[in-house]
């Protein structure tokens, strides 16, 4: 077999993959084999389905420096717990020093998603042990915000409520230690059938954790989440190796429901809901609607004039571009990349790009043609003539990305993040395009049809 047979074998293989994750259009698939489960989607942005998007700040003060690490941990543990708590294909991301941005695309109820989002607070465990158990019982009846000496929250609301005497709801309570100490929980259930709660610490939180208990057993280490009380357990022995469990009058769900906000809203700083913005879903297909027919109309222009001005071989980059868009489409499904606006925008211009590497084989190729080379030589220089171009000019692209995608990460600047990334992957798959897939195109072309009048195939 020719070296051209063998590449078009090849094309044939990549295009039917794509077509595989791609298809069908309007649903979900997926890899299931082999101990493999990944689903594959088209993600659509906020500004394209429509939904929240909320913007998180540390909530403590102005001055008070914050940990890199802490914001890191803090970003990550946010998407885990809007993810965890159903709302899928959530956007989470650090903005600046102490920002943080979520985008809940598709998110059609904005109380629902602004509680979700409030509830990924502070989690502490606080010392009760100087508190009695009628005090304890009236701090848990009350269901009220209580003071603790960790960040100060702005949200403690100190108002006596119910029960509660004046001595306790003003009391500040000592932190032991934070749900940065936490490595895991999970629900469980004990020889009894009784439903609880066990968790894992690091071995940082591990030793400050059997140093406490040590020295506690009988007293209450109360769970506080974003100052509330969401469990007030009795230490009964001490703990040494960072591994305890949680009892009390659980169901499955209420077990599951603790295990989720303490797996998910181990928070090392407190956060607070500074903005939110609703995006209807109206507005986000009718952006989607107009951005796909003026792609369209730009493909069949460009399709037109490849086809007229350079005849067999602009045929040849209209297939090319066509399997450029199906590979792309599939690796955004795949990866899978959130397409916005911006994104589908990088997408177009990447695809500019790939046109403009095989017009410039092209154009090389005619001016071989003209200079009096054979077609077979002509069709080597045409492409070892034009490839500097084409790749230093795509290198140049694909630097400015990085950089993009840089800014775009630091600063949240989704926009601007979603353009950069579909354009970088867009610029690889023209560069493979263009020197893969055009040229054994237009190999197999020149093969199977031999031609003779310049002029009528290549628009000399």
């Known amino acids: 077999m020719q070296r051209y047979q063998i590449n078009l074998i090849i094309i044939v293989v990549i295009v039917a993959l794509a077509l595989l994750v791609i298809l069908p259009l309007d649903s979900h698939s997926g890899i299931h084999f082999a101990g493999i489960n990944k689903d594959i989607g088209t993600r659509l942005g906020l500004d394209l389905v429509g939904g929240i998007q909320a913007l998180l700040e540390a909530d403590l003060p102005a001055d008070a420096a914050i940990e890199a690490d802490a914001m890191s941990t803090a970003t990550r543990i946010v998407e885990n717990r809007v993810n965890g708590l159903g709302v899928n294909e959530a956007v989470v991301q650090q903005a600046a020093d102490r920002r943080i941005l979520v985008e809940l695309p598709g998110e059609t109820d904005p109380e629902r998603a602004l509680a979700v989002i409030k509830e990924t607070g502070l989690l502490e465990f606080v010392d009760f042990s100087n508190l009695s158990d009628a005090e304890i019982e009236a701090l848990l009846a009350a269901q009220a915000p209580i003071q603790t000496d960790f960040g100060q929250s702005t949200n403690t609301n100190t108002s006596a409520t119910g029960t509660v005497t004046s001595t306790v709801d003003s009391r500040v309570f000592p932190t032991v230690m934070t ?5 895991n929980a999970q629900a469980t259930v004990s020889e009894f059938g009784d439903y609880q709660v066990a968790f894992e610490l690091t071995s940082e939180g591990a030793d400050i954790f059997r140093d406490f208990t040590r020295a506690h057993i009988g007293d209450v280490l109360a769970i506080v989440l974003d100052k509330q009380i969401i469990s007030a357990p009795e230490i009964q022995n001490e703990i040494p190796d960072g591994q305890g469990l949680i009892s009390g009058s659980f169901d499955a769900e209420g077990a599951n429901s603790l295990a989720v906000q303490l797996r998910y809203g181990s928070l090392p700083i407190p956060l607070t809901v500074v903005s939110t913005r609703s995006i209807g879903p109206t507005l986000g297909q009718d952006s989607l609607q107009k951005s796909l027919v003026a792609g369209l109309i730009g493909f069949t222009i460009v399709f037109l004039f490849m086809g007229i001005y350079y005849r067999m071989p602009g045929i040849v980059a209209d297939i090319s571009i066509i399997i450029y868009a199906l ?6 499904r795949f990866i899978p990349v959130t397409l916005t606006l911006a994104g589908v925008a990088g997408f177009l211009l990447s695809t500019g790009s790939a046109l403009d590497a095989n017009i410039l084989i092209f154009e090389r190729f005619k001016e071989e043609l003209r ?3 054979t077609l077979s030589q002509a069709f080597n220089l045409g492409w070892q003539r034009a490839w500097p171009s084409i790749r230093d000019s795509n290198i140049a692209t694909i630097i400015t990305c990085v950089i993009l995608f840089w800014f775009g990460s630091a600063f ?7 353009f950069s990334l579909t354009l970088f ?10 020197r893969f897939v055009s040229r054994s195109l237009l190999e197999a072309a020149l093969n199977i049809f ?5 002029s009528k195939w290549f628009g000399l």
Do not use: D, E, Q, W
């Not at 949240?412 to 979603?418: F, L, M, W, Y």
């Open 179 to 183: 749900g940065a100490a936490l490595k």
């Open 327 to 332: 590979i792309a489409f599939a690796l955004f």
């Open 371 to 373: 200079a009096g080379r």
């Open 412 to 418: 949240g600047a989704t926009i601007v993040k979603g």
């Open 425 to 434: 992957i867009g610029v690889l798959i023209s560069l493979f395009t263009a």
């Open 450 to 454: 031999k031609p003779k009048n310049y």
